[in-house]
T-cell receptor, first 118, second 114 residues
Framework: AQSVTQLGSHVSVSEGALVLLRCNYSSSVPPYLFWYVQYPNQGLQLLLKYTSAATLVKGINGFEAEFKKSETSFHLTKPSAHMSDAAEYFCAVSAGMNYGGSQGNLIFGKGTKLSVKP | DAGITQSPRYKITETGRQVTLMCHQTWSHSYMFWYRQDLGHGLRLIYYSAAADITDKGEVPDGYVVSRSKTENFPLTLESATRSQTSVYFC?????????????FGAGSRLTVL
């Protein structure tokens, strides 16, 4: 069965510091993996996705993530945090054959709230 | 405007009342989904639809009803609201982008059941 674990419900960094948000997944089939960002009172926006092509995936706003099969991880990084990066971030894995998984349904982690200190 | 529109954005109701949350998309995407977001749970799938008149249960369907008479609309109804249904509800549709089906979300409907 598919599942996602995000390590750390809250992460705080200083402006200009490295951002590292951790995500580990479990999947019975080759996974598609996603990172979404949610700003207050808004819906989720796609940051980036992994679809079995390059293992290092670049997304919007300077974020990137690396797929590591041996570690079943898909951590999100950004070299230098900006105040505008403060938001909640969700890692997600394709739901496999369950509940429309082949057509987009995802299993989401519980989210990591990123705070950026000036 | 193109995209997914949810209404109302905020709703307060009382236990036992019927509530309908609306979802409208302008892309004619076949698949649509309803999720609820609760603190500590992330997002959980309530119902999904493959096309007009084709709907199916997700992970947490109890207490909810959906319909899809037109491709662009996918309303979610709480027939008799309970306090445990206080949540933020997100509608999404999926489209094929660069080899994967990708979800695009509406802005959400925050429901409070008193």
């Amino acid at each position: 069965a598919q599942s996602v674990t995000q390590l750390g419900s809250h992460v705080s960094v200083s402006e200009g510091a490295l951002v590292l948000l951790r995500c580990n997944y479990s999947s019975s089939v080759p996974p598609y993996l996603f990172w979404y960002v949610q700003y207050p009172n808004q819906g989720l926006q796609l940051l980036l996705k992994y679809t079995s092509a390059a293992t290092l995936v670049k997304g919007i706003n300077g974020f990137e993530a690396e797929f590591k099969k041996s570690e079943t991880s898909f951590h999100l990084t950004k070299p230098s945090a900006h105040m505008s990066d403060a938001a909640e971030y969700f890692c997600a894995v394709s739901a496999g054959m369950n509940y429309g998984g082949s057509q987009g349904n995802l299993i989401f982690g519980k989210g990591t709230k990123l705070s950026v200190k000036p | 405007d193109a995209g997914i529109t949810q209404s109302p954005r905020y709703k307060i109701t009382e236990t036992g009342r019927q509530v309908t949350l609306m979802c409208h998309q302008t892309w004619s995407h076949s698949y649509m989904f309803w999720y609820r977001q609760d603190l500590g749970h992330g997002l959980r799938l309530i119902y999904y639809s493959a096309a007009a008149d084709i709907t199916d249960k997700g992970e947490v369907p109890d207490g909810y009803v959906v319909s899809r008479s037109k491709t662009e609309n996918f309303p979610l109804t709480l027939e008799s609201a309970t306090r445990s249904q206080t949540s933020v509800y997100f509608c999404a549709s999926s489209a094929r982008i660069s080899g994967a089906n990708v979800l695009t979300f509406g802005a959400g409907s925050r429901l409070t059941v008193l």
